[in-house]
């Protein structure tokens, strides 16, 4: 990779497991490993379960091979200083410097990034994004996490915690959202969105006759979006509807992400982005309506390459020489810029 080192280490750390992975510079996970994550005690518990899975890693192969440690996690995340700022499923840590406690045990390069941020990274350099400067990712699943790779940099925002795409409201008198705000796209998108209204909506018409019920073992708690993705697909009405209306908010949402950005190419991944596959139509139809770009039409909508991969190839695309360029002067910071007032004469 640089320097004569082959590989790098992936980490993807999440509410109930930390997995981790040897990859190299074709994006090819070589060796993996995980635990379960321990969140219910104090970050230092927490932090003996990441290098446990590390040093698993470094012990099969020479230490000097390895050129970084590259980490995602959920939640909110300075990226430029390696620290996690707080993530609901991680209350272990809250701004606590993750990269720099890594790096001082195993004195190697480590870096930090947002879970859907590095997605976007795998998509961009491997995936289905690997042809365009200009990327916007969506990880469609229990919430919804986005990242934008914009002129072939990495865009995280003036501190490093740019990138909430999934709290942007589209209906102000909408729902309370779980970060506070009201009819963010989450609330009618999301995999836990879809799933709680099906629910509701099987409720409400008693219907006993819905494909949705019966893959549930008519247990009406049950119904998860897979349920209702499944159950689309094989035609029942109820729940094609319910995907259709997910596909219908994503496309207002998309309207106003194309208007303002217009990304090369917008990329869908994640578990529930899985099941939407199939309504990407329905969403570019939608455009037509949501969108004023003369050009919405001619922008691809693709399905993530990476699946449950996509956490760890992200995370060690962080430490790759092209990550790493891509990364510099993506936002040179307030602290680069001289203040207003000693500019003006």
């Known amino acids: 990779m640089n320097n004569g080192k082959h590989f790098v280490i992936g980490v993807d750390i999440g509410g109930t497991k930390v997995a981790a992975g040897l990859v190299n510079s074709a994006g090819t996970i070589l060796r993996s490993t995980r635990r379960p994550m321990i969140v219910n005690q104090g970050p230092e518990e927490a932090l003996a379960q990441v ?6 890693l470094i012990s099969e192969v020479p230490k000097s091979s390895i050129s970084g440690v590259g980490m995602s996690a959920p939640g909110w995340i300075d990226s430029r200083r390696g620290i996690l700022l707080s993530a609901a499923n991680l209350p272990c840590w809250r701004d606590f410097p993750l990269a720099s406690a890594v790096k001082a045990r195993l004195g190697l390069d480590t870096r930090l ?4 941020k590095v997605a976007a990274l795998a998509e961009a350099i491997w995936g289905a994004g690997s042809s365009y400067r200009n990327v916007f990712y969506v990880s469609l699943g229990t919430g919804i996490g986005t990242g934008m790779i914009l002129d072939d940099h990495l865009y995280h925002g003036r501190t490093g915690v740019a990138g909430e795409g999934g709290h942007m409201t589209i209906d102000f008198s909408g729902p309370q959202c779980g970060c506070g705000k009201h009819g963010c796209i989450e609330m ?3 995999g836990t969105a879809v799933a ?3 629910r509701k909506r099987l409720a409400e018409n008693g219907s006993s006759k819905s494909r949705m019920l019966e893959i549930a073992g008519g247990n009406l708690q049950s119904v998860t979006a897979e349920t209702v993705g499944e159950a689309a697909l094989a035609g029942d009405p109820l729940a094609n509807a319910i995907m259709q209306q997910a596909a219908e908010h994503l496309a207002i949402w998309l309207g106003n992400v194309i208007d303002l950005l217009e990304p090369g190419v917008i990329v869908i991944g994640g578990g529930f982005g899985q099941l939407m596959r199939e309504y990407i139509n329905h969403i570019r139809e939608s455009l037509d309506v949501w969108g004023i770009n003369p050009r919405r039409q001619q922008i691809p909508i693709r399905s993530a ?3 449950a991969e996509s956490g760890l190839l992200g995370s060690a695309a962080l430490c790759l020489p092209r990550t790493l360029r891509m990364m510099e002067h993506s936002d040179p910071g307030s602290s680069r810029r001289k203040p207003l007032h000693s500019l003006q004469t």
């Open 113 to 116: 990034a947002n879970d859907a």
């Open 305 to 307: 390459l990476y699946g």
């Open 196 to 198: 709680k209204f099906a």
């Open 188 to 190: 009618y998108a999301s």
């Open 51 to 56: 290098l446990e899975v590390i040093d698993a």
